[in-house]
């Protein structure tokens, strides 16, 4: 009966620590998803090449980022947890999927302008395919769902071209259409502090908030959040500034909590310093039961490994099964051995 659950996926890159906009966007969705579909999930290490991180950074990230998935509640026994430099298969799909992935298509993606845009001096070809390896991740199991944040809306709708692509130039009806999940219905993206744009890893200092940050960081971090002047009639909208930070409210804290400020707010009587504190201690509360499980599975390395290698053996099982199909459907079956 698993063959007919519903496959779910996703992957983070190991860029850095893990911050509320990963965990609200992805993660927290992740969890809903493990009881009842069958789940993978995986540490992007191949994606995070593009950027070129130095080898010792990379791979102390990639055990930052696994530990940090089973401290948010990833459960090996639930889910199928790997890296993705472990699963070879992933990096064949991708050479087979290359060739109908279309240049201009590819020049086209909001991601690749942004980053050529950002990295002048480093627009290499990982880059340019970087929507193919994505893709090819997803294919690999057939997967149905994709648990992600806003940003990753258009690189799932490549997903969607390629896989279409494939079944229409083979003529079978091979993968299935993925389609990005979150459980709110809507996609989730979650602001960085300074006023602007998302919470990002890469982002400017100060912009994000990492589940294993000291109390006391998150209470600077938040004490330096930008606002707006206050309001000075009743009911007036909320200057971006404001808005984030009644996100954030909203992702941590009780609905009287954020009922009491919006009262406030409507009449003129806000304060932003105690809104601030109020939503620092509601970050805190949510984030110090994380960060120490975090520090406890970093000092298990052997734990760790147990777990990569069981996901990986998972995750090479499954996506044999596809290998064998998309090179069978190519061409690609030897004839010699
Ligand atoms: P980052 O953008 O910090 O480098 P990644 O690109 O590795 O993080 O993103 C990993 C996952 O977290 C993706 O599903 C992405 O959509 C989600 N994510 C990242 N930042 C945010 C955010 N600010 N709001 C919502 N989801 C986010
Ligand atoms: N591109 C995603 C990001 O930047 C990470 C990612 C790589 C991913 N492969 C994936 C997400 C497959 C979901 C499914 O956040």
Redesign the pocket.
């Known amino acids: 009966y698993f063959r007919t659950m519903e496959k779910v996926?996703?992957?983070?890159?190991p860029t850095g620590y893990l911050h509320l906009g990963n965990y609200f966007g992805?993660v927290k969705n992740f969890l809903a998803l493990q009881d009842n579909h069958e789940c993978f999930f995986?540490v992007?290490n191949l994606?995070a090449l593009t950027t070129h991180p130095d080898p010792l950074s990379l791979s102390s990230s990639v055990k930052s980022v696994l530990a940090e998935y089973l401290a948010c509640g990833l459960d090996p026994e639930k889910s199928t947890i790997y890296i993705?430099s472990d699963v070879p298969e992933i990096s064949e799909l991708y050479t087979l999927l290359n060739s109908l992935a279309y240049k201009g298509e590819l020049e086209k993606c909001t991601?690749f302008k942004e980053k050529i845009r950002k990295h002048e001096e480093n627009i290499n070809a990982g880059l340019l395919t970087?929507p193919v390896?994505?893709a090819a991740?997803?294919l690999i199991h057939r997967a149905h769902k994709?648990p992600?944040?806003k940003?990753?809306e258009q690189?799932l709708e490549m997903t969607r071209n390629f896989a279409v692509r494939f079944n229409h130039r083979y003529g079978v009806d091979f993968f299935p259409e993925p389609q990005a999940f979150n459980f709110s219905q809507q996609l989730v993206k979650v602001p960085g502090l300074d006023g602007s744009g998302k919470m990002g890893k890469s982002e400017a200092e100060g912009n994000a908030l990492f589940l294993r940050e000291s109390n006391e960081s998150i209470i600077n971090k938040i004490k330096k959040a930008k606002t707006a002047p206050s309001p000075t009639e009743p009911n007036s909208v909320k200057p971006i500034e404001i808005e984030n930070l009644f996100m954030l409210m909203g992702l941590v804290s009780s609905k009287e909590t954020i009922q009491y400020f919006e009262d406030k707010y409507n009449d003129c009587s806000i304060q932003y310093g105690p809104l601030k504190m109020q939503l620092a201690e509601d970050i805190v509360k949510f984030a110090l039961p994380i960060k120490e499980k975090i520090v406890d599975l970093e000092k298990n390395t052997d734990l760790l490994g147990k777990i990569a290698k069981l996901g990986a053996e998972k995750a090479r099982e499954s996506a044999n099964e596809t290998i064998k199909g998309v090179k069978n459907l190519m061409g690609l079956k030897s004839i010699w051995l």
Do not use: E, N
Request: aromatic letters at 10%; zero cysteines; charged letters at 15%.
């Open positions: 996926l996703s992957g983070i890159r992805a995986f992007a994606h993705q991601s970087y390896l994505m991740d997803i994709v992600v944040g940003d990753q690189h």
